[in-house]
């Protein structure tokens, strides 16, 4: 296909994808109820990519995993793959604008940007540690069927009325707002920075942007492995949002009683105090969201934070049926 084709210039050391979370999974269920979830260990040289739908995704998920992992001596790439500018209320709240114009909305989407930097930086990144791709918030979803392939205009976002990211966000050159496009820019990404580890939403979030960015990382990982099959990886998975799980005062981060843990069980990672206040001031950072829902930012502000690993997947787009939303 026209841009599946260019990833083919772009070398990873090896793939094949592992899943430890096989045996973990076997352990997990051989563990008697009393005992303690697994825990998640971080390797040294980790190269963490994470996969955030929206800024404030990747801090909210992993603000401490991503600590830990440069503290470590590894390196972190976080992904945007929208602006999160498709967000009407919380235009609406920081502009004081009833009926926001696309101006409006791509304003918001800059300001998020900015915010997403700053968390980073607060969490001890460096600036060259994220990529913005710009695909459309809250479209996400149509992306992975409708709006899959050339065969039909782009997507067109309903709030900044764009088809396709700013050039200067193009990795992929003539990049539109096609479910092809946005595989092979994660593709890319992922041949040029050759994570060791990836972390991306898990399908069953309720969000369905995080639940397409799932099906995306999927189908990007088929690629890479269609032309480098020696290459390993381990995949994680986070979850923002589900049902109206607990956020209790000052406890652990439980994981969702109604969600097994894919094929690891629940993982749990203990965030030092210190990762704690450094995950609590790169939320503040996001203003933009505090101002609207302080409360459920500060609800994964906690002592842990929780992943578990999938199944076994091999995922190909454009998708049969609707995966996440009504098309
Ligand atoms: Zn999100």
């Known amino acids: 296909m026209r841009k599946r084709a260019v990833f083919a210039v772009y070398t990873v050391a090896a793939i094949t994808l592992l899943w430890p979370g096989v045996d973990a999974s076997a352990r997990a269920r051989r563990q008697p109820a009393h005992t303690p979830p697994p825990t998640l260990e971080v390797p040294p040289e980790t190269r963490l990519l994470v996969i955030a739908p929206h ?20 390196h972190v790439n976080v ?32 300001q998020r940007r900015r915010e997403a930097r700053d968390a980073l930086a607060a969490l001890g990144l460096d600036r060259a540690s994220h990529t913005f791709l710009s695909f459309p918030d809250g479209g996400l979803c149509k992306l992975t069927r409708t709006y899959w392939s050339e065969r039909r205009t782009a997507f067109r976002s309903p709030y900044t009325r764009l088809d396709r ?46 639940c397409a960015a799932w099906f995306f990382l999927g189908d990007a990982l088929t690629d890479v492995r269609r032309v480098h099959p020696d290459y390993t990886v381990d995949v994680l998975n986070y979850i923002v949002h589900f049902y109206a799980w607990p956020f209790e005062e000052d406890g652990p981060r439980l994981e969702p009683p109604a969600l097994r843990g894919g094929a ?45 690993r999938p199944s076994a997947f091999r995922v190909v787009l454009p998708s049969r049926r609707n995966l996440c939303c009504d098309q």
Do not use: C
């Open 55 to 74: 800024p404030d995704d990747e801090t909210l998920a992993a603000g401490g995993l991503m600590q830990r992992v440069h503290e470590s001596g590894g």
């Open 79 to 110: 992904v945007y793959l929208t602006d999160g500018d498709g967000y009407p209320e919380g235009v609406q709240s920081e502009g004081h604008v009833e009926s926001p114009s696309a101006s409006d909305y791509r304003g918001y989407g800059r």
């Open 165 to 210: 990211p700013p050039k200067s966000e193009m990795i992929v050159p003539d990049t539109e707002y096609r479910g092809e496009d946005l595989t092979q820019e994660i593709a890319r990404i992922i041949g040029d920075f050759r994570p060791t580890m990836i972390l991306a939403p898990r399908k069953e979030d309720q969000h369905a942007d995080h």
């Open 264 to 308: 690891s069980g629940w993982l749990r990672f203990a965030l030092t105090p210190a990762e704690v206040r450094t995950k609590r001031a790169a939320l503040k950072k996001y203003s933009t969201q505090m101002h609207v829902m302080d409360w459920f930012l500060a609800g994964f502000a906690r002592r842990n934070e929780v992943f578990s």
